[in-house]
């Protein structure tokens, strides 16, 4: 226990050399050091640099019920050939989850042909994507006589959980953040849940206005009169038309099926016009062009809508066929709105809205002001327990100060090491860790003090005391790491910052308490020749 | 130095006064259980769902000016941080009425699920054209919907639980089950007993909360381990010595080490009340509580237990209980 040969020191040198190394950029800007030098300060959390904090949930059964939706539609351009007289005639149900189809006529006999409706539904059933067991994507049985019931199996409805999740982290990127540039971090979370973190972010309000559009674009013709308008409002609508309204173009009667659909969308911006005011510029794709080529040029001196999530956003009217697919909105917008709805064109439509659950937002103001109350808390604390150190040990309790700041530098060069990001529970762990870590000294010193009072001398009663006491030391330390591990795996946000600087500082405190300070106390022994402690 | 003032060798007799110490043990924690029952726990967001605002106070933003021009059912109080005065409003789900003729067009269902968050924004717009705030003048704004809030609480629950039996499963594996009984007998003993002073003081139980009951729940078993350790020394010292006397003179050696330890923990967690500002006020006063009392049933819960259990259970003499046997 008593022995240190030079390796050992060099050792315990080495390993505080590099935690000041480490922990040096915490401290002081190193961007002028020379290359070899880390550079990486600690990651501040949310809590103390600012920014948005965003939960959002996408809503399971929206998801299922669109995907029927699509499935729907793929039934019935599957047997497009069919007629009202065909005994196979499809009248699809959505019931959220689920979807029942009746078939509309029996045949000659007086039966309904469900057995050849199911086979013939079975060829368009896919396989579920990604899915390795051959599954089919729908479950598709016969309900009753004459209705068959189309659902979803549970390997089926994971993969579109999943598929959506992607689908939706992708959008929520490229709205959030169109130019890749911001420092941004989203996180899965579940099996259909998304964290969104945005440092620096101040409006929460605007990412949600951002993320809770449909950004379902479509072109729809416009074919109405003013007498067809005012029928559509009483409740009499154009078969195949939609009534839709828009700020610039108040009511308007479209057609139901648009011509050019957000896919064929190939990149959206925000530009501006010939009077220098913001419009959102986009390009389609070459099957995009080529449709709107072709309905320009068939629908001359029409009104042609583009349509954003049910609202006409303008509707130009048709004087020319336009090929090359490079179109324009113009409209009054803000410089900021027009980015904002170009990001939302150019990142798709979502699988399913998705749902806020959760939002954290601080301001950069409050951040500083926790940094700031943290840091005080933390010089206070140390100051403290430092000086009730020495003016209960005198020497010793020095060279358990001295341990301290040892254990400190040495909780953020590991912080700095893995990355690990650093909240104000954090510093709170970190102040806590300061009191706690005296305790492997005062186990030691305890047992030293009882060993002389029995009369033993200095260098056996040292040796006894360290040897004691390393069990209990240990025993002692690895239940608060279990309490610090747990918190760990199950806590979330800025408890998990708590956990993860208790959990280091007790590793630290360990090798300081025990290994830093007995070495130092043995090195005073050595060069002094001290006879007893004072205590 | 200061230490050498502190007796050298206490004798005090704590095992002769185990039965008090365990019945006003036993009394606290059905107080903490009754007071939980009757007052119920001031849950933050975190638990409760609903919004937290902060604005920094100024001559116009001030507590009884955001409490008389801002409708709804709010709770506005102040607090102080490192930088000056806060005003703090809470609130859940407000009327709908207040909402909007958007939110009241929503189905059941989702006015159930938006009606947190769409409060919130009523609240946020409110106070920014009442008085033409800034997003950089609201310096928080949490809301925490009704299904993340029960979620956390289930899950702050769990972390709790397995805790308790992982610190279980450690003592009786490090010394014998009856020691894991007292261990954790103590360990629970704390934890609800700083839940009745958040209970009787309503002070807000969230998040934090929960990480300092998890941080108490260590600090209490390793209070307990240190006198354990001491007890099985002494235990395989002398070998005749009477049960009793072996736990008071364990609790007795290390009696200096408990009133050090808990002292420099508590002065350095007395610093993050004094300025670690508002946020980890509650945190950091359910600690030093959790210290205190965790103190006290190191020795008169977990050593009184360990004696009771040794004897009574095995129906042998506490001296031949596997607990004082020397480990491999």
């Given amino acids: 226990m008593l022995q240190f040969p030079a390796w050992k020191v060099l050792l315990v040198l080495g ?30 959390g949310l809590d103390l640099r600012g920014g948005v904090y965003l939960e959002m949930e996408i809503p399971a059964t929206e998801v299922i019920s669109s995907r029927l939706e699509v499935f729907a539609r793929d039934v019935r351009s599957a047997f497009a050939r069919t007629s009202e007289r065909d005994p196979i005639f499809f009248q699809p149900e959505l019931r959220g989850r689920t979807m029942l189809i009746k078939l509309s006529r029996p045949d000659a006999d007086g039966n309904f042909p469900v057995e050849d409706a199911l086979r013939r539904l079975d060829r368009i ?44 982290m992708t959008i929520v990127r490229r709205r959030v953040d169109p130019d890749g540039v911001a420092e941004i971090s989203l996180t899965p979370s579940g099996s259909n849940r998304i964290v969104l973190e945005a440092p620096g972010e101040p409006d929460p309000e605007r990412l949600k206005d951002l993320l809770s559009r449909d950004g379902r674009m479509t072109f729809n013709l416009v074919e109405s009169s003013p007498a067809e308008i005012a029928s559509a409002q009483a409740g009499v609508l154009k078969p195949g038309f939609r009534l839709l309204e828009g700020p610039e173009t108040g009511p308007l009667l479209v057609r139901e099926i648009p011509e050019v659909v957000g896919s064929d969308i190939a990149t959206a911006s925000q530009g501006n016009d010939e009077a220098n005011r913001p419009q959102i510029n986009f390009r389609l794709n070459a099957n995009g062009a080529r449709k709107f080529y072709e309905t320009t040029r068939n629908n001359s001196g029409k009104l042609f809508a583009i349509v954003l999530d049910d609202v006409i956003m303008s509707a130009p009217r048709i004087n020319e066929p336009i090929p090359g697919g490079n179109v324009r909105i113009t409209g009054s917008f803000t410089i900021e709105q027009a980015q904002d709805l170009a990001a939302i064109i150019a990142a798709g439509e979502m699988p399913a809205k998705v749902q806020f659950l959760d939002q954290r937002v601080v301001s950069s103001t409050l951040g500083e002001d926790s940094i700031e109350s943290g840091f005080r808390a933390a010089i206070v604390g140390l100051a403290l327990v430092a000086v009730f150190m020495v003016l209960a040990y005198g020497l010793q309790g020095m060279f358990a100060v001295f341990s301290l700041m040892a254990n400190v530098i040495l909780i953020f060069a590991a912080l700095s090491l893995v990355g690990a990001t650093l909240t104000l529970p954090g510093i709170a762990g970190i102040i806590l860790t300061i009191g706690m870590a005296v305790d492997a000294n005062v186990l030691v010193f305890e047992r030293i003090r009882e060993e002389q009072n029995n009369g033993r001398s200095l260098w056996t009663s040292v040796q006894a005391g360290y040897e004691r006491a390393l069990v209990t030391i240990l025993d002692a330390n690895v239940t608060t790491l279990f309490a610090a591990v747990i918190l760990y795996t199950l806590g979330s946000g800025p408890v998990k910052g708590f956990a993860v600087t208790l959990a280091f500082g007790i590793v630290t405190s360990v090798f300081t308490a025990f290994v830093f300070t007995r070495m130092l106390t043995i090195f005073w022994m050595k060069t002094f020749k001290t006879k007893s402690f004072a205590v | 130095m200061l230490i050498k003032y502190w007796p050298k060798e206490t004798k005090i007799p704590f095992m002769r006064y185990r039965y008090v110490g365990v019945v006003l043990s036993v009394l606290m924690m059905i107080a903490s259980v009754y007071l939980v029952m009757t007052r119920g726990l001031n849950l933050g967001v975190d638990f409760a769902g609903g919004s937290v605002i902060e604005l920094r106070q100024t001559e116009q933003v001030t507590v009884p000016e955001v409490r008389s021009r801002i409708q709804g059912s709010l709770t506005v109080n102040s607090a102080t941080n490192a930088n000056g005065e806060l005003v703090v409003i809470r609130f859940g789900d407000l009327d709908p009425s207040l909402l909007g003729p958007e939110f009241q067009a929503l189905s059941d269902e989702d006015k159930a699920d938006r009606a947190s968050a769409a409060s919130n924004t009523y609240v946020v717009n409110a106070l920014k054209q009442e008085f033409n705030l800034t997003d950089a003048d609201i310096l928080r704004n949490d809301s925490v919907g009704p299904k993340v809030s029960g979620e956390l609480f289930r899950e702050g629950m769990i972390a709790l639980g397995v805790a308790t039996i992982m610190m279980f499963l450690y003592i009786a594996f490090r010394y014998t089950w009856s020691y894991a009984v007292g261990g954790i007998a103590a360990l629970v003993h704390d934890a609800v007993g700083t839940i009745g002073l958040f209970s009787l003081l309503q002070l807000e139980f969230d998040l934090t909360t929960i990480a300092a009951l998890l941080t108490i729940i260590g600090y209490s078993v390793n209070d307990s381990v240190v006198v354990f350790d001491r007890i099985r020394e002494i235990r395989r010292k002398y070998k005749q010595m009477p049960a009793t006397e072996v736990i008071d003179i364990a609790t007795n050696q290390t009696l200096s080490r408990t009133f050090l330890t808990g002292g420099t923990t508590i002065i350095a967690v007395l610093a993050i009340v004094i300025f670690g500002g508002p946020v980890l006020q509650g945190m950091s006063v359910a600690m030093i509580w959790g210290i205190v009392i965790g103190t006290y049933s190191s020795i008169y819960f977990a050593a009184a237990i360990v004696l009771m259990l040794g004897v009574d259970i095995n129906r042998k003499p506490v001296e031949d209980t596997p607990g004082f046997e020397a480990m491999p």
């Fill in chain 1, 15 to 44: 390993v505080l050399v590099w935690g000041v190394i480490m922990a040096l950029p915490n401290a002081v800007n190193m961007s002028n050091a020379p290359g070899f030098l880390p550079k990486n300060s600690v990651n501040l």
């Fill in chain 1, 125 to 168: 059933n896919s396989p579920i994507e990604g899915g390795l067991g051959g599954g089919k994507t729908f479950d598709i049985s016969r309900a009753g006589p004459d209705s068959i019931l189309v659902g979803v199996s549970s390997a089926s409805e994971t993969a579109m959980l999943q598929d959506a999740l992607n689908k939706t």
